[in-house]
Nanobody, 127 residues
Framework: QVQLVESGGGLVQAGGSLRLSCAAS????????MGWFRQAPGKDRDFVAV????????NYADSVKGRFTISRDNTKNTVYLQMDNLKPEDTAVYYC????????????????????WGRGTQVTVSS
């Protein structure tokens, strides 16, 4: 069994910053990529960012480009999401996800491409 545990969420004012962490544990898995999705109340779960574990290349949703940065620490089996210049529309539950297989084309934006999910961490941005 693979566990993904998110942390670092909270309440912050608009313009502020938060850093989310996602620690992977349990049985070994290939972990081709790890990503972040978010879900606001009453809305679908949307792609935020992804990082390919071996080579480190990244993709971002247009809505967060230039404000969010995804990174990973191989030694700690942890992926991070640094969120700067936060806006009220960033308010959501943020979920960490891991994919066993490579992500090609736009599949990194699709929930079905990921094999494991965390339980989420709440991020609230006040205006």
């Amino acid at each position: 069994q693979v566990q993904l545990v998110e942390s670092g969420g909270g309440l912050v004012q608009a313009g502020g910053s938060l850093r989310l962490s996602c620690a992977a544990s349990g049985r070994a898995f290939s972990r081709a990529a790890m990503g972040w999705f978010r879900q606001a109340p009453g809305k679908d779960r949307d792609f935020v960012a992804v990082i390919r574990w071996s080579i480190g290349n990244t993709n971002y949703a247009d809505s967060v480009k230039g404000r969010f940065t995804i990174s990973r620490d191989n030694t700690k089996n942890t992926v991070y999401l640094q969120m700067d210049n936060l806006k009220p529309e960033d308010t959501a539950v943020y979920y960490c996800a891991a994919a066993n297989n490579g992500l090609f084309g736009d599949t990194h934006k699709k929930q079905y491409a990921y094999d494991y999910w965390g339980r989420g961490t709440q991020v609230t941005v006040s205006s």
